[in-house]
């Protein structure tokens, strides 16, 4: 069936079987047919027409060789088959492309049409991970012959073969869970206790670095690129968080790492290429990748970051990203998965310390970052806002802390806040407790038995929602960020919910005052915010208002989300494939 490339022919592949064979009227107006379908469809799916141009010349690995379409690929011979001798342009080409599973590239040979037309004889390859490069460039003075890879086809570095039948299947999850931040090391748990219900095996928590994490509620964490190189199909779940548009260097200066560590990470990483976001690990690093998978990521992906996704099984976001399903931060499943260990940990010392100190009032908890903390002359206007918010109430205050990774919030801090609460109008009968607890479930024991939360956290809000507490979020300035994302499309009523993911609308801050972006307040306007949120509680509706609202975030995020990226996590391990992460396949 095959011929090696001899004059202006690419090689010697069969047309359309049922012309070649039969010869029939009919048997060309069935083909006919296809071909306009393909063409149809090419025309109004504008994804088929995602291809970049290798260059002139016909698509070959190598070895310049060529072997039929049912024949795997090695690198002295690209499989490959021609669709039929009807012209057609690139993006029909691409669409014949598209609709086979295993291919890769495609090549347009123009020889015999018109000197301007775009058209011209469509085949098909696989590369099968090898290379591909082009050839035939000397069979004519005009170069009538182009080469072209599909968005993603080309640019995996793996030779795919099948993993052995017998090999062990891991679930790794992959976050920022190696440091102490309230919300990442929610995700991991919340995402642990998924799994648990699944009767798949017990998954591995990994971050850049290893980190023992146990004392606050987290895991024992191991670094990811420890498990590279290791004979074991790996399902991987990115599990959350602002990672997208985080540098390799960002997320390990955010880790503290030694110059050493660092130098170690990088080379790791060096086969995914630079300019990528460190917490979005390709298939390529891992020798045997499996499913890979985000779950409710935020942030915005790099150039590099989409190429990755494209190779991905599932790929969910929090904020709008185009491509990615819109779905809630999975921590809206908090309650329902693990309240009973919230529970536990409201009868640890420490909540009962904070009982005691509230002299049997209800009390508001306060969370404020090192970024806002830190700014000249915010923590005394923080401070007095408050006070003048409790000034008729009956309450008590609770400063606590989100997370106590380096940049994030402090001790220190709260304590000043605490000073400058005393001298903006608190009475010294009104109870002030810095709570040092960093347990991040005694956190959210915290939070849920607040009368109101005031944080600069994300989420500490989605902890307060699970708990139906009232809430303010407050930054300096607001800006349109993960918060203004996550109260504009998730933390409205439910019709609103349902029209802005309908939308996939992003919170309209541009022409809203700068001391606001949708519901995120300056710290000038707390007490207003304050008033509001004690307002709309008082409302009879209230609870059964927020509990609606948080059933249909729980099943927002799992029937668009982990209902379906588990079925991936199910499929035979026989259907995953070996990867040789090498640099110089890769280039």
Request: aromatic share 6%.
């Amino acid at each position: 069936e095959m011929t090696s490339v001899t004059g202006v022919q690419t090689c010697a592949l069969p047309i359309c079987d049922s012309l070649a064979s039969e010869g029939t009227r009919r048997s060309a107006l069935m083909c006919a047919a296809r071909f306009i379908l393909v063409a149809m469809l090419a025309s109004e799916a504008p994804q088929y027409s995602r291809a970049r141009l290798l260059g002139p010349g016909c698509c070959r690995t190598m070895g310049g060789g060529l072997t039929t379409w049912s024949e795997p690929s090695t690198a002295g011979a690209i499989a490959a088959k021609r669709v039929h001798d009807f012209p057609m342009n690139h993006t029909a080409c691409a669409a014949h492309c598209a609709a086979l599973k295993r291919c890769t590239h495609f090549e347009l040979n123009m020889y015999g049409q018109p000197v301007h037309s775009d058209q011209g004889v469509c085949s098909v390859f696989a590369s099968g991970g090898y290379p591909v490069t082009t050839a035939c460039r000397d069979c004519s003075g005009r170069l009538r012959m182009h080469c072209f890879e599909v968005s993603g086809g080309g640019s995996s570095p793996q030779h795919i073969h099948a993993a052995p039948a017998s090999m062990r299947r891991r679930i790794v999850l992959f976050g920022a869970i190696g440091r102490h931040n309230f919300g990442d090391l929610l995700m991991a748990e919340v995402h642990a206790a998924l799994l648990n219900a699944t009767g798949l095996s017990r998954p591995i928590f990994a971050d850049l670095l290893a980190a023992d994490m146990t004392s606050v509620g987290g895991r024992q964490v191991v670094a990811v690129g420890s498990l590279f190189k290791e004979d074991r199909i790996t399902d991987l779940i990115h599990i959350g968080g602002d990672i997208l548009g985080v540098s390799l260097n960002g997320a390990l200066h955010m880790l503290s790492a030694s110059a050493e560590q660092a130098a170690a990470v990088t080379q790791q990483m060096q086969p995914a290429g630079t300019g990528r976001s460190g917490y979005l690990l390709p298939k390529c690093l891992f020798k045997y990748p499996g499913a890979f998978i985000t779950n409710a990521v935020g942030g915005w992906p790099t150039g590099p970051d989409a190429k990755a996704l494209e190779e991905f099984d599932f790929a969910s976001s929090r904020n709008v990203v185009p491509g990615m399903r819109l779905v809630p931060d999975s921590v809206v499943l908090l309650r329902q998965l693990l309240d009973h260990r919230v529970v536990e940990r409201a009868h640890a010392p420490a909540q009962q310390a904070v009982h005691h100190a509230m002299q049997k009032r209800g009390y508001w908890a306060v969370q404020v970052n090192e970024d806002t903390g830190s700014q000249h002359g915010l923590v005394p206007q923080l401070a007095a806002q408050l006070c003048a918010a409790a000034a008729q109430q009956d309450v008590g205050f609770v400063l606590f802390r989100a997370g106590t990774a380096p940049g994030h919030d402090s001790l220190n801090r709260l304590h000043q806040l605490k000073r400058a609460m005393r001298l903006g109008g608190c009475s010294e009968q009104l109870p002030i407790k810095v709570h040092e607890d960093a347990h991040i479930f005694g956190i959210c024991a915290l939070i849920a038995k607040a009368e109101l939360l005031v944080a600069t956290s994300l989420h500490c809000r989605i902890v307060a929602l699970n708990y139906h507490v009232p809430r303010v979020t407050f930054a300096s300035p607001p800006r349109l960020v993960k918060h203004a994302h996550f109260t504009y499309l998730w933390d409205g009523d439910a019709a609103s919910v349902q029209k802005r993911l309908a939308a996939a609308a992003t919170p309209p801050c541009a022409s809203q005052p700068m001391d606001e972006c949708h519901t995120v307040v300056s710290v000038q306007r707390v007490h207003q915010a304050i008033k509001a949120a004690l307002k709309a509680r008082s409302d009879p509706n209230w609870e059964i208002a927020s509990a609606d609202r948080h059933k249909q975030l729980e099943r927002l995020q799992r029937h668009r989300s982990f209902d379906v990226w588990k079925k991936t996590l199910s499929s035979p391990p026989s259907n995953y494939k070996a990867a040789a992460p090498s640099l110089t396949q890769l280039r």
